[in-house]
T-cell receptor, first 115, second 114 residues
Framework: AQSVSQHNHHVILSEAASLELGCNYSYGGTVNLFWYVQYPGQHLQLLLKYFSGDPLVKGIKGFEAEFIKSKFSFNLRKPSVQWSDTAEYFC?????????????FGAGTRLFVKA | DGGITQSPKYLFRKEGQNVTLSCEQNLNHDAMYWYRQDPGQGLRLIYYSQIVNDFQKGDIAEGYSVSREKKESFPLTVTSAQKNPTAFYLCASVVRGGLTDTQYFGPGTRLTVL
């Protein structure tokens, strides 16, 4: 079955620390990969996405993610986090389904950045 | 303003009652989705619809029903058959429902069953 695994459910960092959130997916076909973010009190929104080409993609607010096909991974990184990065982060995969296409989400990682 | 609206923001229901959650979009998107968000479980797909008058069950469709009579509207009914309905419900839409499509989310409805 298709699935998306996020390695950490809760992460606590101090400002200026580096961030890496792990994401692995289980699907053998063509996929497109996303990271979504949900800031406190706000809508879930797109952070970055990978479709093809350069496996290192850059998103908003200094985030980047690297697609490693051989490892079925799409880890999210940021060199130096800020207090405003406190949010919940979801990795997601768009995959073909019998009824069309659907998005499969990971369980989410809650990031808390200490000022 | 273009976007997705969900109403109500908070909803309380007694056990045994059906309740309908509203989702409307003015983005002219073809596909719409309903998710349930529970702590530690991420978003789980309830139903989705690629076009008007057609919809597909997601991973946790039992106890839920939907309709898609208009392109802009995709209401979700939580029936009394849903054993654990208390949750946060998110509606989303995409342009076509294809592999490259980004999902746009509404603000959500928090349902509490008393």
């Amino acid at each position: 079955a298709q699935s998306v695994s996020q390695h950490n459910h809760h992460v606590i960092l101090s400002e200026a620390a580096s961030l890496e959130l792990g994401c692995n997916y289980s699907y053998g076909g063509t996929v497109n990969l996303f990271w979504y973010v949900q800031y406190p009190g706000q809508h879930l929104q797109l952070l970055l996405k990978y479709f093809s080409g350069d496996p290192l993609v850059k998103g908003i607010k200094g985030f980047e993610a690297e697609f490693i096909k051989s490892k079925f991974s799409f880890n999210l990184r940021k060199p130096s986090v800020q207090w405003s990065d406190t949010a919940e982060y979801f990795c997601a995969v768009n995959a073909q389904d019998t009824g069309g296409f659907k998005t499969i989400f990971g369980a989410g990682t809650r990031l808390f950045v200490k000022a | 303003d273009g976007g997705i609206t969900q109403s109500p923001k908070y909803l309380f229901r007694k056990e045994g009652q059906n309740v309908t959650l509203s989702c409307e979009q003015n983005l002219n998107h073809d596909a719409m989705y309903w998710y349930r968000q529970d702590p530690g479980q991420g978003l789980r797909l309830i139903y989705y619809s690629q076009i008007v008058n057609d919809f597909q069950k997601g991973d946790i469709a039992e106890g839920y029903s939907v309709s898609r009579e208009k392109k802009e509207s995709f209401p979700l009914t939580v029936t009394s058959a849903q054993k654990n309905p208390t949750a946060f419900y998110l509606c989303a839409s995409v342009v076509r429902g294809g592999l490259t499509d980004t999902q746009y989310f509404g603000p959500g409805t928090r349902l509490t069953v008393l």
